[in-house]
């Protein structure tokens, strides 16, 4: 017996190669199918007599079929049409077909035998006027064998399906269908467990997946739609809060107490006090790392707005009570930036600081040594990239990993970082600030820390759209008053060697006409890493004034005299990355300018400038992006492996994502392992949905 977990292929009529088909739209068993949502609907409610109905209309009609006549075009295009009659009027109906004109076959052969004289039909298509006559290109038929003869898919509203070459529209209405009727019903429901939420009207789940590819009005549709994003949220949100009880449930080996040796010293080092945000974001870290239970905080800030000292003081508290910590870093230049930091602030203490990055770990005599450091416990804070979670680092007391740029990590590296600890306290940072709904399901694992103002004295950037002779002028003149200067090439696939190509011709010929009295230096993503750090650091010791670079300095790198950066052919950069890319001016008390040079034929990347230009709030621009980009792919940037929803719609449904938040909180409060009967259910759809995405969910 079919249930919904069979795979497609036992369907019938469905082989390998229809299956395989099915597969590349992400649907591979039965259930997939029956939660293969439409994308759109058509209204065919309404039969419309052809003598009301007008150009440009999309619409049904049903009539009775009449002669036939045939044409052929140049180029094999074959036109046929049909006479189409209702109780008063004629129109014809029109298909269209490419036929290879060195066979001689009957293409419409078929369609003709389909709609033999005297039949009924009922069609769905666009009707056009030309010469005066009316016609309706056909999309969509159905012939019924009597007038009174109930139709499948006419006088109702009718699913449309994201279809493909080899799977076509009807095809997959058919069989969805199909899948409905013999399957449908056994979805497993819910709603009894979540309480009534607002307007959402209290639906069966197999009831609303019914009704979400056939409704009887749109209004119902949508209805349904939200009915079964309750219940894929409230799915999501038990799975959230089981993973944060887990993580606190069982008690760390590490116990912290506040000394003051260190961070006393640390305060008295910096140049600026903490904002109130830092503060408060250092006193939320202290109080978690005091706590009996493993801290699993995210801290999220915009660019700039100074995350690293809060790391660091978490850092510096550990090392205080002689436990091990580690920082990663998505890049090489942006670990050492942090080794530079670190080892600035500690200058004069003997606590001893590695830069552990794969150039680094290579030379052998010094691999050795941090390794057996590492091991014995004597290096204190280790720094570095994707090589701290190689198998062969080993550590001896870890206790806090801080995770920089985390959403530049995927969820199986962050998994092996926090893999070399026993029980660690997890410190991840973001500068992708984003909505509080989106914050709420992607991190909702996760308590929250945000940095909303940045430090004090600092001036929005100006950001311009121009063009590159007034770009280069101002550039010259900030770089006389001894600032300097930023151009971004995009490089969107840093081994696209054509693209690479003419950045570094560019460079050469800018460094010959333009800024020839200057310093300029290349930056792209296919030098070597010392080649690299070389240039970064020539830059930031103001050894160079401009830096040609793609976009490997995309994030946290620290050059306060930086005030000017030019972006050229910007429209290929959606926002965050514009955002994240300005973010590396504008960091000091002096104003800085942002030039953006690109082709602004596209509505899209207008809108885009225009957001720029108009605002340096990093959340609001995450809402624009969500607007212009949709979730999935912003999503996709932020964080790998993240559940897509079926129906649900982080945006329109965000009251439903808070709402579940809540719900499922009291359900596994009262029933922290699932364990009882009634919520059976909802433990094997979180197990199904979401075992393999959300490790730290431990039932079964
Ligand atoms: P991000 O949050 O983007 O990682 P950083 O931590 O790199 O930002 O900080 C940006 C710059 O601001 C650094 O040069 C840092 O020294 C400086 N900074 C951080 N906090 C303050 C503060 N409270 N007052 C003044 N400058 C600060
Ligand atoms: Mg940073």
Not at 11 to 21: Q, V
Not at 599 to 617: C, D, E, Y
Not at 662 to 678: G, M, T, Y
Request: charge should be positive; proline fraction near 3%; charged fraction near 25%.
């Amino acid at each position: 017996m079919l249930t919904l977990d069979s795979e497609v292929q036992y369907l019938k009529g469905i082989g390998p190669r229809r299956s395989r088909a099915f597969a590349k739209l992400g649907i591979k068993t039965l259930e997939d199918m029956v939660t293969f949502f439409p994308v759109q609907y058509q209204d065919r409610t309404n039969v419309i007599s052809i003598k009301d109905i007008c150009e440009q209309l999309q619409g049904c009609i049903f009539g009775r079929v009449g002669k036939n006549y045939e044409r052929v075009f140049s180029q094999g295009l074959c036109l046929l049409d049909i006479e189409i009659f209702d109780d008063v009027s004629m129109l014809h109906a029109r298909f269209f077909r490419k036929k290879n004109p060195y066979f001689n076959i009957d293409i419409f052969a078929a369609l003709k035998k389909s709609f033999a004289i005297g039949a009924f039909v009922y069609i769905y298509g666009d009707v056009k006027i030309e010469r005066g006559i009316k016609f309706i290109v056909v999309n969509d038929y159905e012939i019924v064998k009597n007038y009174n003869d109930k139709s499948l898919s006419f006088n109702k509203i009718i699913p449309v399906y994201s279809a493909t070459e080899e799977l076509n529209q009807k095809f997959i209405r058919n069989t969805v269908k199909n899948v409905l009727d013999t399957t449908g019903g056994l979805y497993p429901d819910m709603s009894n467990l979540i309480p009534d939420f607002k307007s959402i009207p209290k639906l069966k789940s197999s009831f609303a997946v019914q009704k979400i590819h056939y409704p009887d009005t749109l209004e119902e549709a949508e209805n349904a739609r939200r009915a079964f994003a309750l219940q894929e949220f409230f799915v999501l949100e038990s799975a959230l809060s089981l993973s944060r009880n887990n993580v606190k449930k069982n008690p760390k080996i590490q116990r912290y107490k506040i000394r003051k040796t260190l961070l006393t010293a640390f305060k008295n080092n910096l140049k600026f006090e903490f904002t109130k945000d830092q503060r408060k974001a250092i006193n939320e870290i202290f109080f978690d790392m005091q706590s009996i239970y493993p801290m699993n905080r995210m801290l999220m800030g915009d660019v700039g707005s100074g995350k690293t000292v809060v790391a660091l003081s978490a850092v510096l508290f550990v090392v205080e009570n002689r436990y091990q910590t580690m920082i990663i870093a998505p890049t090489e230049i942006l670990a050492e930036q942090h080794y530079l930091t670190v080892s600035n602030i500690l200058a004069g203490l003997d606590i001893k600081t590695v830069l552990a990055t794969s150039s680094e770990l290579k030379k052998k005599s010094e691999r050795e040594k941090i390794l057996a450091g590492f091991e014995n416990g004597d290096i204190k804070i280790a720094i570095g990239t994707h090589s701290l979670i190689e198998e062969r680092i080993k550590f001896k007391n870890l206790s806090l990993v801080v995770v920089d740029e985390q959403h530049r990590f995927g969820v199986m590296q962050k998994l092996a970082a926090l893999g070399k600890a026993q029980s660690p306290d997890i410190l991840m940072m973001t500068a992708t600030p984003i909505p509080r709904s989106l914050a709420m399901t992607i991190y909702g694992e996760m308590d929250m820390t945000t940095i909303m103002q940045l430090p004090p004295g600092r001036i929005p950037v100006k950001t311009y759209s121009s063009n590159e002779q007034t770009a280069y002028k101002n550039a010259i003149a900030e770089l006389k008053k001894g600032n300097q200067v930023y151009i971004v090439y995009p490089l969107i696939d840093e081994s696209d060697k054509l693209a690479l190509k003419s950045a570094v011709q560019e460079s050469e010929r800018l460094s010959q006409t333009w800024f020839k009295d200057f310093k300029v230096g290349l930056l792209h993503g296919k030098m070597k890493p010392s080649q690299k750090n070389d240039t970064m650091k020539k830059f930031k010791n103001k050894n160079l004034d401009v830096l040609i670079s793609t976009t490997v300095i995309e994030v946290g790198i620290d050059v306060p005299d930086a005030t000017i950066m030019i972006i050229q052919n910007a429209e290929r950069f959606g926002l965050s990355a514009l955002h994240q890319l300005r973010g590396r001016i504008g960091r000091s008390s002096k104003q800085s300018y942002l030039y953006l040079i690109g082709n602004l034929k596209s509505v899209n990347a207008r809108r885009r400038f225009s957001i720029m230009i108009s605002t340096n709030n990093g959340f609001k621009i995450a809402e624009e992006d969500l607007k212009l980009r949709g979730p999935g792919e912003l999503i996709g940037t932020i964080q790998h492996g993240f559940p897509e929803f079926k129906a649900g719609d982080l945006i329109k449904d965000a009251d439903i994502i808070e709402f579940t938040k809540n719900s499922a909180e009291k359900v596994i409060a009262d029933d922290p392992n699932l364990s009882k009967d009634k919520n059976n259910i909802l433990r094997k759809l979180i197990h199904k949905r979401f075992s393999d995405k959300i490790k730290l969910i431990n039932v079964g």
